[in-house]
């Protein structure tokens, strides 16, 4: 019995070890919680914008942590500054160390598939920040000869009250067209009280929607202290 009793005390206290021990290295959050680790946008750090062919420019851009080690979110939002709208839209990060060498090169796209001449689009991408003091954000798109229009509908679109750093957002899309879509995606964007998107979210739904029916939908996200939603829906990219 007390072999029995000593092992369990043993296995707590490694597992008490583990839980101290957890959680990335790099900077520090603000506090010890999950919560802050998640929410906690990383500064500091120079940036430019490639020149390339694309009307596209950022226009507002954060950093966000994951809580996964050095790893971090690029969350921001495009604008058409062209006089034309654009699809397959890319956009790619080059992470450089203080001397100038390159540590880190990940790439992403926009979710929405088409991007009017002056209006806006979300991006967000996954990339690793270790050692890196300087990045580069460069975006590439093709021209399109227009914009389709778009029969789905959002309504009754709700963001619930934030619980352990994620909310739930509801709402209905109605499909308006005259023909069955065989796979939606909903484009949820949450914003800041500054208006700032802080969040982007693309999930589809599991069955098609015939014309003339609506459908509703129920998904979790990160809220990083969110205060606006936004959600839109569009015929599947793929």
Known sequence: ??????????GVALAAGALGCAG??????????PEAKRI?????KQW???KTDSPLEIVDHKLFFTGLGETAFVIGELENKGSGPVTDVKISFKGYAAEGKLLDTREGDAPVAFIAAGAKAPFKIAVDLREVAK????V???PAESVPENKLVVSDAEMGAPKSGYVWVTGKVTNNGSETVQSV?????????????????AQKLTDPLEAGKTASFK???MSRDATKLEVTAQPARD
């Open 1 to 10: 019995m007390r072999k029995v009793l000593l092992l369990v005390v043993i």
């Open 24 to 33: 990335g290295g790099g900077a520090p959050a603000p506090t010890s919680t």
């Open 40 to 44: 906690q946008e990383i500064g500091g």
């Open 48 to 50: 430019t914008q490639v």
């Open 135 to 138: 990045y580069e954000l460069a």
């Open 140 to 142: 590439e798109s093709k």
């Open 185 to 201: 995606e909903m484009i949820t964007v949450l914003r800041d009280a500054s208006g700032a998107v802080v969040e982007v979210d």
């Open 219 to 221: 998904f979790m996200v």
